[in-house]
């Protein structure tokens, strides 16, 4: 059977389990949503939110590209995080990377890949930016690895230079910024332990007061 085809059969029967779980399961889900997180990560087809968190619908809101990226220009990016802090008051922000992410591992390379070319060039950015410390790592694949690392650790720093993330905490001390990794060889997820709810490790220039009028 063609992919798409199967996909609407196990659309049919997916239902038919949720309604026999629970049948007012759609019913309440129709009302509103009130997701507590935010959830940043990588369009990889392997990493699904929901499915590696155990989540259901109605509980995370979601927002992916190639590399988990957090790009100030990019107002897809910006009015998802617009809307979940302020309209959904979500408590946790979650930028969840992966081990062998195809879009760091191709910004590691000279290779042009084309239109992509610009969207990886923020993580050559981040490459950059943590040049020591990554020319030093002789094994490759430790390198790549770590290269997924920092580039987590930089856009939770992205998301905190926001004045969107900046405004919400002066208001309610929320949303918790998050740095997760998943391994796609184990299934497990490793936080990064680069959890923020203040400004206070950015340096003063990214500090922002509210606006004077
Ligand atoms: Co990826």
Redesign the pocket.
């Given at each position: 059977m063609e992919a798409y085809k199967a996909m609407l059969e196990a659309n049919k029967k997916w239902v038919e389990k949720c309604l026999k779980d629970d049948p007012e399961f759609f019913t309440n889900l129709s009302k509103g949503q009130q997701p507590q997180v935010l959830w940043i990560g990588?369009?990889?087809s392997r990493?699904p939110a929901n499915e590696i968190t155990g989540t259901r619908p109605g509980e995370i809101f979601v927002h992916r590209n190639?590399?988990?990226m957090v790009v100030h220009t990019d107002m897809n990016m910006l009015s998802v995080l617009d809307y979940a802090v302020n309209v959904l008051h979500v408590r946790h922000v979650i930028v969840c990377g992966?081990y062998g992410?195809?879009?760091?591992q191709a910004a590691m390379t000279s290779q042009q890949f084309g239109l992509i070319d610009n969207w990886l060039r923020n993580i050559k950015d981040v490459y950059r930016l943590h040049v020591d410390e990554l020319d030093a790592i002789e094994d490759e694949t430790a390198r790549f690895d770590r290269l997924v690392e920092l580039n987590v650790i930089e856009q939770v720093f992205d998301l905190i230079k926001t004045s969107i993330i900046q405004n919400a905490w002066k208001s309610r001390s929320e949303p918790f910024v998050h740095g997760w990794v998943y391994s796609l060889n184990t299934g497990l997820i490793k936080d990064l332990g680069v959890t923020f709810d203040s400004n206070s490790t950015l340096p003063h220039f990214y500090h922002m007061r509210h606006m004077p009028f």
């Amino acid at each position: 059977m063609e992919a798409y085809k199967a996909m609407l059969e196990a659309n049919k029967k997916w239902v038919e389990k949720c309604l026999k779980d629970d049948p007012e399961f759609f019913t309440n889900l129709s009302k509103g949503q009130q997701p507590q997180v935010l959830w940043i990560g990588c369009s990889d087809s392997r990493v699904p939110a929901n499915e590696i968190t155990g989540t259901r619908p109605g509980e995370i809101f979601v927002h992916r590209n190639i590399a988990n990226m957090v790009v100030h220009t990019d107002m897809n990016m910006l009015s998802v995080l617009d809307y979940a802090v302020n309209v959904l008051h979500v408590r946790h922000v979650i930028v969840c990377g992966h081990y062998g992410c195809g879009g760091v591992q191709a910004a590691m390379t000279s290779q042009q890949f084309g239109l992509i070319d610009n969207w990886l060039r923020n993580i050559k950015d981040v490459y950059r930016l943590h040049v020591d410390e990554l020319d030093a790592i002789e094994d490759e694949t430790a390198r790549f690895d770590r290269l997924v690392e920092l580039n987590v650790i930089e856009q939770v720093f992205d998301l905190i230079k926001t004045s969107i993330i900046q405004n919400a905490w002066k208001s309610r001390s929320e949303p918790f910024v998050h740095g997760w990794v998943y391994s796609l060889n184990t299934g497990l997820i490793k936080d990064l332990g680069v959890t923020f709810d203040s400004n206070s490790t950015l340096p003063h220039f990214y500090h922002m007061r509210h606006m004077p009028f």
